[in-house]
């Protein structure tokens, strides 16, 4: 009875009154706030439950802010009296609703709760100690006036246990309002060290929204953080957050002052640590459309894999290292005019971006790049090992080793450059002032666009530096290695470039440069300006130069040389060419031109045969023109020509052309419209010649106009090898002076104006001695022509006067000469004519005649022909007594024969009449007739007969034959006997008087 009396009175009395009182009285003071329990209840096994707990709000007590539905717990009363302690096993909360709301004061709704618990309570009569806090079916509902968020959490349940050593461990799940979202922790709150450590498990949750309340001024701040699914362990202490496990997300990004970093994550292994000075973290990522921009500028996007083994972002700095790491579809833009596309693979990566600077290292490789600076574009596969990068807002700076394959390089969407390049050290420089790259080049297989028309092709090595600012500027040196150059004006192209090259801002600068162009190798020392315009001042030398291009290259500079028909050069020599000036206009260039012909063969109009075995030195420029020492064969004969062309304001030319058997000098002056001959002069073996005079300077078809003097000596025409042929059989030899002008086309010398005066002590032609020569040419350009001759033959004087046309094909004459007193006596002492050993007598000839020369056959004359007190022989052996004295005859040309009818042979005893013919084939034929003086027979003791009668019925001869043979004699006769006894004699006689004759 007492017990129900008891039981009564607690349910009742006892924790209706006296117990709620209490609850609400001290859980108001020691919250600071009004609290309210609508009942409370008592059960033996269960123990006690409070309904309806109620925390009323701050500014309106008559509002609950925070409800528990439901509490129950028992009380172990250990030794209360003695120890003052309850001891509370358990506390079980069903259906908690707790708001949580975040003002624009930037304070919680909880806030002063937190002060007020902060605060001693004075002394207690009572301490209670709970052991474990189990709440379920909770709700918490969050809301943030600040920044405009609200959140619920429901399904919660949570297990709070406290150890001796104030810890508290709690292990809880609760479900938030996003669709299919989850959240389980576990883990422990020192209370003495205030330490939070756990395990956090998370399935579709939005964190975005809650990072700000690390309180850390420095930490990101979070959009669109979604994370699909997350193991995380964590750490909290001292403001500092520590996290390792993995992590799944949807796109996330993070800003961090002026910059943000977006990705979609896949991350294991993370170690990730949140404090006030930032991020750092460690992980294995698969970052998906990785996007870091700076100023709403992307500056960094890719699919991002590989080790990270150090992150860290902080205020002021973000830095990444990873071991390993690939980033597809990377694009690079550190400004707005330069960009990177590839893909990259890393090894022993660095990225750090603090207050003012970007620094990369590591070893990359950039497949399928493209970079853009300004107007300037990079494609290829590019390998950067031991790169280390820096950019500044001043600039950026770069160092490494590289490889480029497939390289393309774009100016103004212009190929420049395409092939393979490596370096052992390639150093870049980016700034306000523009880029500099510096390197030590390897190139294979590359062509480059030097200018519009230059193209380089090759595998040269370069070192050097180029900056590209408002202008391109470069420097350096170039190993062209077999490279060729096409489009060069002139020679189009070059190949087989071997030496060094200097280069610098438009120049090139070399010493021992060797090529091959025209199919010539070439060796080159000096600088070449201007790639557009090249101005050039250099040597060029060779040792093969091919002569036959080598005219055709010269006739553009030296258009004299298009005015020679049939000028040819073959053979290979020895040449140099120092130039000074542009390329494009090399025709106002300085050209020093110096080509040593090695047995070169030289083909010159007007000249039959070739200038063979050409040796020696030829130098010309502006100035003028130097041969020295050339030698060369040509019928035969060894020549040398020693020149000099000076090109002044009159060009002047001095030479001298020598060989064993002609020498000749020259001094010429070069007019407007003429050649001055001041001097020719020389040898041609033994003759002598000077002249001058002028010349056209048309040298196809050159008009002379010349005074010269000859001394000559005339055995030396038939040396000449053209006329030597006509020239044998006159036999000439002596010496002769010539004093002559002519003028008219070097090619048709029958037009020419010609005067000359030819003058001799001694002639021989025929072997007939003339003495006291004295002959006069005169020719008028398509006039009669005019030759006087005088001269002494055999102590007789000869007077010669012709005319004829030498224009004219059939060269038609008149000529008139005359011989008188010609002693018969020296012409047989000339000629030794043993035979007639007492030939004498006094020979006269007179002859005029006219006609073709062409065409002997139409010429026409007449003429005389005497010896008088002479002695021509005995012509009948058997009148010993009858010496012949004296001869003449008219006679006459025409029909190709000297004919006469009268010629008459007379002795003191017996005559004989001539008459008959001769042509100019020395071909004959004479009768003879003798003739016996009457009163010289009627004297005569040894005549018997009439000897005249006898004579003239019984012989008449008939001579025939060509000279000099002696002739055919034919008898016309009777008897038969006398006719035998004196043919002979009479064939004889008449042979000996035609040979000496004729």
Known sequence: MLGAIAYFYVNKIFLPVKVKAYIEEAAGTQLGRKVSVEKIDFDLLKGFAVHNIFLHKKDDENVPEFVIPHLSFNIIFADVIKTKTIIIPTIHINGPVIPIVYHEDMTFNFSDLVEHLKRPSGEKQYSVILKKLIIKNGKITFTDHYNEITETLSDLNLEISL???????????????????????????????????????????????????????????????????AAITFVYKNKELDLKGSLITDELTALIKDSFISSALNISGIDLRINANGISAKALIDL????????????????????????????????VSSNNLIVKNLIFTPSENNRITTNLYATNLSFLKDKNTYSITGDYKLDRSDMTYDQMQYTGDLTLNKLNLEMKKSGVTANSQFVSHNTTLMNKAQSVLTGDISSDNLNISYGRTGLSVAAALKASDITAKLTEELTLTGSPMINGQVTYGKSLSYEGEIKPNNSSINGVAIVESISDIDGEISITNDKLTTKNLSLITQNTRLNIYGDLNDFKNPNIKANISTKELNLTQALAMAKPYAPVLNNIDNLSINGVGEASVNFIGRLKSYKDATIKVT?????????????????????GKITFDKSGLLIENLTTDHNFQRYQLNATFQNGE???????????????????????????????????????????????????????????????????????????????????????????SMAGALKDWKNWNITAAIQSDELSIYDLPFIFVDLGYAQEKGNKSQVELTASLYKGSIVLLSNFEAAHPDLPFKLNGKITNLDLAEYRKAKNLVKHPHLSGQLTFYFDGFGP????????????????????????????????????????????????????LFSDIINIGVNGWMDFEKNYNFQAAPKINDVIVSKSKNIKIDPSMLLRETINLSCSGTLPQSPDCKPHASPKKIINSTTDMIKEGIGTLIEGLL
């Open 163 to 229: 150890s001796l050593n104030k810890k508290i461990t709690f292990d809880g799940d609760t479900l938030t309002s996003q669709k299919g979202s989850s959240l389980k922790l576990t883990g422990s709150y020192d209370l003495a060290t205030h330490i939070v450590e756990g395990n956090l498990n998370i399935k579709n949750i939005l964190i975005d929204q809650y990072m700000q309340y690390l309180k850390s001024t420095s930490a990101p701040v979070l959009e669109n953080a979604l994370i699909r699914e």
């Open 288 to 319: 998906k459309k990785f996007n870091y921009a700076e100023q709403g500028m992307n500056r960094l996007t890719g699919d991002i894999k590989g080790t990270l083994s150090e992150v860290t972002v902080n205020k002021e700095t973000v830095k």
């Open 595 to 615: 080509l040593e012909p090695k047995y070169a063969t030289l083909t010159l109009p007007s000249f039959k045969n070739p200038f063979e075995k050409l040796n």
């Open 650 to 740: 009159t060009p002047t030319l001095t030479s001298t052309l020598d060989s064993p058997i002609f020498k000749a000098a020259t001094d010429l002056e070069f007019h407007k419209d003429n050649i001055k001959i001041q001097r020719l002069a020389g040898h041609f073996y033994e003759s002598h010649f000077t002249a001058k005079g002028l010349s056209t300077k048309d040298l196809r078809d050159p008009n002379i106009n010349l005074d010269g003097q000859i001394q000559l000596d005339t055995t030396d025409l038939a040396k000449i090898t053209p006329i030597a042929e006509h020239m044998k059989d006159l036999k000439l030899s002596g010496k002769a002076r010539i004093k002559a």
């Open 853 to 904: 020369y062409k065409r002997r056959g139409d010429i026409e004359g007449k003429g005389y022909l005497a010896v008088t007190n002479g002695y021509l022989g005995q012509v009948i052996p058997y009148y010993k007594e009858a010496h012949f004295t004296d001869a003449q005859a008219n006679f006459f040309l025409a029909n190709g024969r000297l004919i006469t009818s009268d010629g008459e």
